[in-house]
């Protein structure tokens, strides 16, 4: 392929990409299209928030999960490797907490101005249809039972308007071109909406009547010679027997105005620091440029992580030079990070399938089992730890820690009643005070009490 059909193609793909942005805003023409484009709009905003906030909460059981899988496994050193990833978990969750939350007050308020834009269109839209225009019943200003004068006139204390329910068919719906997918900032940089004579302004078309002295023998003309028909006019009317008005329309005609939403160079958005009451269409164009510049993103799945990404990262090498020390203090993560790398390699290597195997689908792929007196209560590690009992689960398994001298050894679990508490034997004369009871776990078979294997 030469250079010129590589222009070719550039100058073609720019066209069809041009070609398609802001679609969706052009297709407003009337209020029930603009009300589909502001419910989409801020659906579009609602659900970015949604995603981020359930992809979260996924994030979190997967964290509790591992918080307590370090109770559940029966090997000292994958307990400290689950510790660590709840430890890890928990710091990436709250950091990702946090700027969710600040990015989606900014969404949630422009889809909160959007939806009241969609009501209030609505509503317009109800009072602007065509409906039955009613005079009532006029009297005649000099008190007179009839007009026999040039200056009377016609006094009309309630004229009204009925309408029927006004809906928006599915004729109407503009569903190939307004669409989730045009809503992105890459499809759309300019809104247009109805121009705010539509929601604010109501026209009255009428015309008024008014002739010399009618007749004397016509004394009587329609509510006494003043005209009450609102909806066509009398044969007679503008002659000279009547006089009054006739009301032809109710309603104003929609029409449209554009607005950017793009940033001005300084990166701000339209109107950001305007200390002035905005148009609805320019109080909209900020709020909408206003979250897309919060930059909200879905967390990316905690379950995802492996091996390989924890070798290189950072942050959970600091934690892991807390956790995976085998008593002989902390490690520096600047000076120590060969052995470092070297713990982390030993705990989750050798690869990135042994870590999912062991971490990721270790708390699905098996069922546990437990009883508070009578009380039953059974599950995988994610159903336990995030369930109506994770207190329970995760108090009882605590409860079963072993202990060493009268120490905690807050990362080696209880497998049986049976298992040693430091007697009065030959290992338990290995404890000083300077070095806690490290008693092993026979390998004679024991019985795991009250879970399921």
Known sequence: MNSAQVFALLYMATVMAAGTKNKASEAVSDPCSEIQFDEQLAAYFENEVSAAKHQLEANKNVQRSWNLLQYLVMDNLKSKAAAALAAYGSVVNIREENTINAASQKLLAAAKLLRQRAANVSAAFQLQSGGEIKLGTPDIDNGAKSITQADAGCNYDAITKSVATARCDATQRKTDTITAAAMSAET??????????????????????SKGTPASSHTTYTFNNCQD???????????THALGIHVKAVGTAPAT???????????????????????????????????RQAKLTTPRPLSAVGYTELQKNEEFKAIA??????????????????????????TYGPNDEHFRKSYVEALDNKKWEFKIIKNKIEGSVTE????????????????????????PSAHTPIISNEVEKCKEDTEKDKCTE???????VKASPLWLAFFLF
């Open 321 to 346: 030079s807390i956790f995976l020390t085998n008593g002989e203090g902390q490690l520096d993560p600047e000076k120590d990070k060969q052995q470092i790398n070297e713990l982390i390699k030993e």
């Open 434 to 440: 300077d070095k806690d009871c490290e008693h092993k």
């Open 188 to 209: 759309l940089d300019t809104i247009q909406l109805l121009t705010p004579a539509y929601t604010t302004t109501i026209a009255i078309k009428a015309s008024a009547y």
């Open 384 to 407: 336990l730890a995030n369930g109506e009992n994770a207190a329970l689960a995760l108090a009882y398994y605590a409860s079963k820690m072993k202990t060493g001298c009268g120490k």
């Open 257 to 291: 105005e554009k607005t950017t939403l793009k940033p001005t160079s300084d990166n701000k958005c339209p109107d950001e620091d305007s200390q002035t009451e905005l148009t609805p269409i320019k109080n909209l164009a900020r709020a909408i440029c206003l979250a």
């Open 229 to 239: 028909t609102g909806g066509s006019a009398s044969a007679t009317l503008g002659a």
